[in-house]
């Protein structure tokens, strides 16, 4: 490995651009694999052996492992052979069993770790470990729950989240995906967020508070609230967040539980709010179900400036136009109302807002703009019209092809040249590789006593070097020997048969290795032309020359 190394480097005159790269940078790089990818890059070089013990970034995935044994030995070997005066930025885990988290996460807090992504894969029914949520550094927590048994009907959720409060004052981002906060038999209240004091960004995503009495948030820096694809909400669902900008929320589930079906919302205020979305779904009900659930809920968010309905939530206010017309609006502040027709199927479209509707929503914001991006309907046009249109386009789509195969073909005539300088460069190589190893040949026989081990040493590194191009292996083996063949006529008196069949023996694992690889003696015509130099036939100039070196 060491003569390609010295070899490539002097012939082509490139240096090891990777190994100059900052470590900051190669850091990130390695992030992108998993740990245990990123381990097998200390064989590269030298200068790699020891990077990824100091990287920043620990990805575990343990479906990469055969068994929960083996991975469980990788995770004790990486953490124990880590630099320990590193810090953790960041720790990602795919898991199926929860044995080795605690190790990794835990070795993460104690490094200072500032952001953890947790992707567990599991059927049991389980409490979710407290110990995850007791860090005074972590300041981003992703948790995703993958159940292959999950339904939008029954017993939803295989994970029961502790009910003590979080204990993480430095978290501002935390998302939850796929979490089961309550279990239908808890009736009691959860406050999980009142220590994250610094919570900025909440996310709950398909999750399930089936039961509770009441799920509060009380986030005093939130500013960022989304809840969407709620399995089941609680009886009543509090915010307390002074400084909340924007809402996100499915008002309403898929399900059909009567009392956790839509969003109950209970708030000390919303001072701040900019922008409210909300999506309803009537998927399973009458359009006029959540008509005074959705217009109490108005009522929560009427300092919004900027709203954003779906047409489910539309067609629920269109349910009752008279009842509508006599309603108070709770916006007062609104500059923007805007209809999300997106997602719709073409028999829910609607082609406008009903009147009584929109001016409900708009009354105290006689200003405020509305958007409303309706279905394109195409236009019937004259045959002779379409069929002109057809042709030119014919024709125009017709010169774009031309063009584009006379790109292509310049691209192919750059890309010709580019193979044959590698060609060049590897026959370069290969000549410069073989030039030595004959001239330390010429040596051992020009001596009359060959060193045997030697000889079988270069046989062995010459191996290495096809080990690493394995796709040149026909055109490196098929060159040696034919200098091989030229050195032995050249040189046949200076030591006596049995020696050159000693030699021979420690140089023919090189064949024998050649037979062993089907797969690599393949037709050249098979290989890319500049990974398959032709082996040259040796000049007598060019066998003086070895000799002499």
Known sequence: MDLLQDDSTSILGEEDRI???????????????????????????KTWKNTWTSMPYLNFNSHLFRDSLHFDKFVEHALSHRNNHKNVSTV??????????????????????????????IKKFIEFPRYIFK???LKHLNITINNPRRNYGGNYGTYLISKSAFDL??????????????????????????????????????????????????????????????????EVFEVVAPKLENLTASISTRGGRSSSDFLQLSTGGFDSLDKVNLSLSNYCYGKDKFFSQLLNLFQKLGSAKSLILNVDAIQTLSSKLDQ??????????????KIDTTRVKRKD???????????????????ATFIMDLPLVPKKRPRQQVYDDTMAKKVAKLEEKIQNQDEVIAEQKANIKILEA???????????????KMAELTVQVESGNPDYELIHLMGVNFKSVIDLIPSLMSAMVAKFYS???????????????????????????LRNYERTCPNNTQSQSDVPVAELPRALNPSSADMSSSSKG
């Open 19 to 45: 190994s100059n790269v900052p470590d900051e940078i190669i850091y990130r790089i390695l992030s992108c694999l998993d740990m245990k990818y990123a381990v097998q890059t200390s064989a590269l070089s």
């Open 92 to 121: 990602e885990l795919k898991f199926t069993l929860p044995y080795t988290v605690k190790r990794i996460v835990e070795y993460g807090y104690l490094h200072n770790i500032r952001q953890l992504t947790l992707v567990w894969s």
């Open 135 to 137: 860090s005074h550094t």
């Open 169 to 234: 004052p430095a978290l501002e981002t935390l998302t939850f995906s796929g979490m089961l906060f309550g279990n239908g038999s808890w009736k009691t209240n959860l406050d999980l967020f009142r220590k994250c004091i610094n919570l900025k960004d909440l996310i709950l995503h398909r999750c399930s508070m089936h039961g509770l009495e009441t799920f509060s948030v009380f986030a005093p820096q939130l500013s960022n609230l989304t809840i969407i694809d709620v399995i089941a909400f609680p």
């Open 324 to 337: 509508i017309s006599h309603e108070p609006c709770p916006f007062n502040n609104l500059k923007c109302l």
């Open 349 to 367: 479209r609607i082609k406008t807002v009903p009147t009584q509707v929109k001016n409900y929503l708009l009354q105290n914001s006689p200003n």
């Open 422 to 436: 590698e060609k060049l460069q590897h026959e370069k190589l290969i000549s410069h590789i073989i030039k030595g």
């Open 483 to 509: 200098q091989y063949e030229e050195l032995k006529s050249r040189f046949f008196t200076c030591i006596d048969a049995s020696q050159w069949e000693k030699i021979e023996a420690e140089l023919g694992n």
